[in-house]
C-alpha cells in the first residue's frame, strides 16, 4: 500500500522510483539504435532532381522504389519503439521516460520526410509505372505528417502532465494497416509494370540474336541437291573466259568449173 501511494506521488510530481528511471534509459537507448537506423537511410546521398535525372528509367525507377521501401521498414521499427516505450512509460507514470520516447519519434520522422524521395520521370515502355510511383510518394508522404501531427499532439503543450489518453489518437494513426497496404500495393505495380520492360527487352534481344545467327549461317549452309549427293552444278564462264572450241564444219562440195562441164559434154 505504501508502496504504491509513494508511485502514485511521484507520477503526481513528475519524479520516478529507480525501478522507473532503468526502465527510462533502456527506452532512451532502444529510441536512439531506431534514431541511427533511420539517420543511416537519411544519410544516403539524395536522389537526383527529376528533370535533370539523366540515368536510364530503370535504373532511376529502382533507386526510387528502393528508397521508399527503406523508409518504410525504417517506420515501422519505430512505430513498433514508440508504442512499446511511450506506452509502457505512461502506464508506469513515468512522464520523462514517454517524452523521451516521443522525442526520439519525432525525431526519426523528420529525417524519413527530409529523406523522402522525388518520383521520377518515366518514359516509353516504363510510362506505365509512373502513376503508381506517384502514387507510393503521396502515400509515404501523409504517412509520415500523421505520424508527425499525431507526435506533437501526445506531446501537448506541457501546461499539464502528459496522460496515456494523450498517446490515444497516434497509437490509433500507427495501428492503421489500411495506408501501409496502399502503399505496398504501388511499389508492387510500379516493380510489375518495370518487369514488363526487362521482359520485352530481354526478348528483343534474343530475337535480334537469332536474326543475326540465320543470317550469319546462309553462307555455309549446305543445298538441298548437294544434300541429296547431286552433282555440283559448274559455274558460269567468268568475264575473262576464253570462248570454248567449236568442232569443224562439214566441207561443202565444191562448185564445178568450166573444164569439168567440157568433159561432161565428151564424157
Do not use: W
Not at 73 to 86: F, G, H, P, Q
Not at 109 to 130: D, H, M, N, V, W
Not at 162 to 172: C, Q, R, S, V, Y
Not at 217 to 231: F, M, R, V
Amino acid at each position: 500500500m505504501l508502496a504504491a501511494l509513494a508511485l502514485a506521488a511521484c507520477s503526481r510530481s513528475g519524479g520516478s522510483t529507480p525501478a522507473a528511471q532503468e526502465t527510462g534509459k533502456g527506452e532512451e537507448t532502444e529510441a536512439n539504435a531506431t534514431a541511427a537506423t533511420g539517420q543511416a537511410i537519411a544519410n544516403l546521398p539524395p536522389m537526383p532532381d527529376p528533370a535533370s535525372d539523366k540515368r536510364p528509367d530503370k535504373v532511376k525507377l529502382a533507386d526510387f522504389l528502393d528508397r521508399i521501401e527503406a523508409g518504410q521498414a525504417s517506420l515501422a521499427a519505430a512505430d513498433a519503439t514508440v508504442i512499446r516505450n511511450a506506452r509502457t512509460a505512461l502506464q508506469a507514470g513515468d512522464e520523462r521516460a514517454a517524452r523521451i520516447a516521443l522525442a526520439g519519434y519525432r525525431a526519426e520522422i523528420g529525417r524519413e520526410l527530409a529523406a523522402l524521395p522525388q518520383p521520377p520521370l518515366l518514359a516509353g515502355c516504363y510510362a506505365p509505372a509512373k502513376t503508381p510511383a506517384d502514387s507510393a510518394a503521396a502515400g509515404a508522404e501523409a504517412m509520415l505528417a500523421d505520424r508527425r501531427d499525431g507526435a506533437a499532439g501526445a506531446v501537448g503543450t506541457g501546461a499539464r502532465p502528459m496522460a496515456l489518453a494523450d498517446f490515444g489518437p497516434l497509437a490509433t494513426t500507427i495501428s492503421e494497416t489500411a495506408p501501409a497496404d496502399a502503399l505496398k500495393a504501388d511499389l508492387a505495380q510500379a516493380r510489375s509494370a518495370a518487369a514488363v520492360c526487362v521482359e520485352a527487352r530481354s526478348r528483343a534481344s534474343a530475337a535480334r540474336s537469332t536474326s543475326s545467327s540465320a543470317l550469319s549461317g546462309q553462307g555455309t549452309a549446305p543445298t538441298s541437291e548437294q544434300s541429296l549427293g547431286a552433282p555440283a552444278r559448274s559455274p558460269g564462264p567468268g568475264p575473262f573466259a576464253q570462248p570454248a572450241q567449236q568442232p569443224p564444219a562439214p566441207a561443202q562440195p565444191r562448185k564445178p568449173g568450166f573444164l569439168d562441164r567440157f568433159r561432161r559434154v565428151f564424157q
